[in-house]
C-alpha cells in the first residue's frame, strides 16, 4: 500500500471523509504525525442556545392547545440540535466522529427521551469523557438523565426492580453477552434504584427512599455498591477492553470483526480510549480493511459535503430540509437510533432501497455544490472525480459508466452513487 493510499485509508476511518487538499496534507506530515494529531483532544464546543424544554414548563393543568404548542416547539429543538450537529461533523478533525460512534454505542433515541436539552446533555458528555479512560466516561453514563429515562431508570425502585439499564449497561455498552449471569442483572439492577430525572432541570439525582441500599453480590464480588461502585467494577472486568476493542474495530476499521489476536493486541493499549484507537490504527491488520467498510448513512452525506466545500452551517431552510430528508430516506438519523443496539453495521448499508435511495441523495447533494462539478469537464475528468472523491480507484464497470456521463453534475452523481464511494 502507498504512503498516499495508507493516509487515505487513515483519514477515511477517523473521520466523516476527508478532502484531497487533506490527504495531501498528511502526506507530507507522514502516517505518525497524522494519526497523533487526528486523535488529540479537542475542546468542548459552546453548545447551540435550545431554550428551556417547553413541555417541562408546562403549568399544570395545561390545555391541549398548549401541548400541542409546546410538542411542536420540543420539534423544533430536536431539529435544531440535529443540524448543529451536522455542521459540526462537517468541520475537520476525528472529535465529532468519536462523538457519533459514542452516540451509536450509547444507543438513546430522542423518541422516547423526548427533550433536546438531554441529549445535547448526553453527547456533551460523550465528548467530555470519550476519548479518555473508560472509568470516568461509564460513571457518568449511568447518572446520564437520557439514558436512564431511555432505558426506564426512573422506574426501577426499591419496591419493584427494573432490570432494563443493568441489562443493557452489562450486554451492550461494557461487557457483552457471556460476561455475567442473571444474577447479576438484578443486583445491578438493585444498585441502580432510585434514580429520578426532573425533567424542568435536567438533571437526575438519587432519591433515597426508592434506593435498595442492601448489600448484593455483583460479578463475584458482595458488598454495598452505589453507581459509581458499579461502573468501577464494569470497567475493571477482564471481559471490558476485548469488548471494546471490539467495538471499536467494527465502526473504525471492518464490519466483520477483528480476529481473537487483532482484539488482544488492541485491547493491550488499555482504558484510554484515544490509546486504543491509536492501537487500532497501528495494528498489522488495519491495513487490510481498506475497501472492507461500507459507510453509514451520516458518514456517506457528512464526507460527500466535506469533499464537495458544501458549508453545511451556511445552508438555507429548503437545503437544510433536503439534508434531512435524505438521512430519513437512507434510514439513519441522528439523535434517533432504532433501538438500544444501535444502528446496523456493514451490508445491512447496501440494500436495493439504499442503493436507490442512495443514488437520488447523490443528484440532491450534487446539486448543492455546482462549483464542484465544474472541475469535472476536462479530458481528465474521471481521475478528477476519484481525487475529489478521494476514492483509490474505480472498476472497469463504474469507470464504463462515469464515462457516459455527458453532464458535469451527473457526473458527480454517479460517482457520489458508486460501490466505490460507498465502500471505503
Known amino acids: ?39 488529540r483532544s479537542a475542546p468542548l464546543p459552546a453548545p447551540p442556545d435550545l431554550g428551556a424544554d417547553p413541555v417541562a414548563r408546562l403549568p399544570t393543568g395545561a390545555g391541549r392547545d398548549q401541548r400541542q404548542a409546546a410538542r411542536r416547539e420540543q420539534s423544533e429543538q ?53 476519548s479518555g479512560d473508560t472509568g470516568p466516561l461509564v460513571r457518568a453514563m449511568v447518572r446520564d438523565p437520557a439514558l436512564i429515562l431511555w ?10 426492580p427494573n432490570e432494563n439499564l443493568a441489562r443493557e449497561l452489562m450486554e451492550l455498552f461494557t461487557l457483552g453477552l457471556g460476561a455475567y449471569t442473571e444474577n447479576d442483572v438484578k443486583a445491578g439492577a438493585r444498585v441502580l434504584t432510585g434514580w429520578q430525572v426532573d425533567r424542568a432541570t435536567g438533571v437526575a439525582t438519587l432519591a433515597p427512599k426508592r434506593h435498595d441500599d442492601r448489600p448484593v453480590t455483583l460479578l463475584g464480588r458482595t458488598g454495598a455498591w452505589d453507581v459509581d461502585a458499579y461502573a468501577d467494577q464494569l470497567v475493571r472486568h477482564e471481559a471490558h477492553l476485548p469488548f471494546l476493542a471490539g467495538r471499536l474495530w467494527v465502526r473504525y476499521a471492518a464490519a466483520t470483526g477483528p480476529s481473537a489476536d487483532t482484539v488482544a493486541r488492541i485491547a493491550a493499549a488499555g482504558r484510554n480510549t484515544t490509546a486504543l484507537l491509536s492501537a487500532l490504527c497501528r495494528d498489522p491488520d488495519f491495513a487490510a480493511t481498506d475497501g472492507r467498510q461500507v459507510k ?30 435524505i438521512l430519513r430516506g437512507l434510514g439513519q438519523v441522528p439523535l434517533r437510533p432504532p433501538s438500544v443496539g444501535g444502528w446496523p453495521a456493514g451490508e445491512a448499508w447496501l440494500t436495493t432501497a439504499t442503493t436507490l435511495a442512495r443514488l437520488q ?59 466505490e464511494y460507498a465502500v471505503h
Open 78 to 130: 430536536v431539529t435544531a440540535l440535529t443540524r448543529w450537529w451536522l455542521a459540526r461533523m462537517a468541520g475537520p478533525g476525528a472529535a465529532e466522529k468519536l462523538t457519533f460512534f459514542w452516540h451509536g454505542h450509547w444507543a438513546t433515541s430522542v423518541r422516547k427521551v423526548r427533550s433536546a436539552q438531554l441529549m445535547l446533555t448526553q453527547q456533551q458528555t460523550l465528548r467530555r469523557y470519550g
Open 1 to 39: 500500500m502507498t504512503d498516499r493510499r495508507a493516509l487515505s485509508h487513515l483519514l477515511r476511518r477517523l473521520t466523516f471523509g476527508p478532502t484531497s487538499a487533506e490527504v495531501d496534507a498528511a502526506v507530507r506530515a507522514g502516517y505518525d504525525a497524522t494519526l497523533t494529531g487526528l486523535l
Open 296 to 325: 453509514q448513512p451520516v458518514e456517506w452525506l457528512i464526507g460527500a459535503l466535506r469533499q464537495l466545500s458544501v458549508n453545511v452551517a451556511g445552508l438555507g431552510e429548503q437545503p437544510q430540509q433536503r439534508l434531512m430528508k
Open 151 to 160: 432505558l426506564d431508570g426512573q422506574k426501577n425502585i426499591r419496591r419493584a
Open 361 to 419: 441523495a447523490a443528484q440532491t447533494v450534487a446539486a448543492l455544490a455546482p462549483a464542484a462539478a465544474d472541475r469535472l469537464t476536462g479530458a481528465d475528468r474521471i481521475e478528477a472525480l476519484a481525487d475529489l472523491l478521494v476514492v483509490n480507484t474505480w472498476t472497469a464497470g463504474t469507470r464504463e459508466a462515469l464515462q457516459s456521463a455527458k453532464d458535469p453534475l451527473r457526473l458527480l452523481a454517479l460517482g457520489l452513487s458508486s460501490p
